[in-house]
């Protein structure tokens, strides 16, 4: 497995060079652009790593499966389905046009901006602190990983930039999808948007979905199996944005990627899969991280179709 993986990532080095880094977001713009990592973790606990898997990234847009699930966790399916849809869109993860013309003004999916700003504002928790609490402790269960903390540069970042993230949110109380304070649901996802990972930690993320909720390396049920199943079908249909449908031909797996370059996959019944490569292609994706998935699916016919 480990040859496998070295191979992989050498012979996609090549297509960092064909994205960027995410500029909309000053601090991301540091990011070293060449990085390309790869961490795979079996269901019964062992770790496999290649080329830059020990590269620091924040984990953004995947900081969206965490809080849904809570949020499911919190309020069952039909009320958070209520309130945000699950259907895929062909529009950019951070559109807010959906918003005005389609499903009563409910954001069409928990994957995209507007509907996990909307799933945010579904937690329980007193402000913005207990909920980030509560996002945060979940993380660092899901990964193993008691030291992940947010990047406060990244989370001042996107907070003084964040006004498209502000009018989506401001439109959503408007409607009343939204119904808590508008500062304090951001600021919970500007910080879960700003935890910063490595390629190992989201794979363990991908781990424990993969094996229905239940937490590889300790047994824990962390997940109800019931959860793990509607938000592995949600990353499937809309996890890489409205490039979900050609994943899902070339790699056919659930799957859910960030602007910090991430990619994090769950082989259901198999395997967790992280990648790092902040280079981005023209939907937010990981340019050379998703060569590198497509190749990991092929050679160990992980696709799910
Ligand atoms: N923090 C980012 C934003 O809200 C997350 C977007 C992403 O990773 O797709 O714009």
């Not at 579904?122 to 996002?135: D, Q, R």
């Not at 993320?205 to 199943?229: F, H, M, Q, T």
């Not at 280079?279 to 998935?293: E, P, W």
Request: proline share 3%; aromatic share 6%; charged share 25%.
């Amino acid at each position: 497995m480990k040859e496998l993986l070295n191979n992989i990532i050498e012979s996609n080095r090549r297509y960092t060079k064909q994205g960027e880094l995410a500029a909309y977001i000053p601090e991301l713009t540091k990011a070293n652009k060449d990085a390309l990592g790869v961490c795979v973790t079996t269901l019964d606990g062992q770790e496999f790593c290649a080329g830059d898997c020990e590269t620091k990234f924040t984990i953004q847009s995947i900081s969206k499966v965490i809080s849904l699930i809570i949020a499911l966790m919190d309020n069952g399916k039909e009320k958070v389905f209520s309130k945000v849809g699950v259907e895929p869109t062909s529009e950019a993860f951070n559109s807010i046009t959906n918003l005005e013309t389609k499903n009563l003004h409910r954001p069409l999916n928990p994957m995209i901006n507007a509907g996990a700003i909307a799933i945010v504002s579904l937690i329980e928790g007193e402000n913005s602190e207990c909920v980030f609490n509560k996002i945060l402790d979940f993380t660092k269960k899901m990964t193993g990983n008691e030291n992940l903390h947010i990047d406060e540069n990244i989370y001042r970042s996107e907070k003084s930039t964040g006004d498209r993230n502000r009018s989506l949110a401001y439109f959503m109380k408007s409607t009343g999808v939204i119904t808590k304070d508008i500062d304090e649901v951001l600021d919970a996802y500007f910080r879960q948007c700003s935890i910063e990972v490595t390629c190992r930690d989201i794979s363990r993320i991908g781990a424990v979905l993969a094996n229905d909720g239940v937490i590889p390396w300790n047994g824990e049920k962390l997940v109800p199996k019931e959860i793990a199943r509607i938000v592995k079908a949600i990353m499937t249909t809309c996890g890489m944005y409205d490039e979900s449908g050609e994943f899902a031909v070339n790699i056919g797996l659930p799957a859910k990627s960030g602007v910090g370059g991430g990619v994090m996959a769950a082989v259901p019944s198999k395997l967790g899969i992280g990648v790092v490569g902040p280079a981005l292609d023209d939907k937010g994706n990981s340019s050379a991280g998703i060569k590198v998935l497509e190749d990991l699916s092929k050679k160990l016919n992980l696709s799910i179709f």
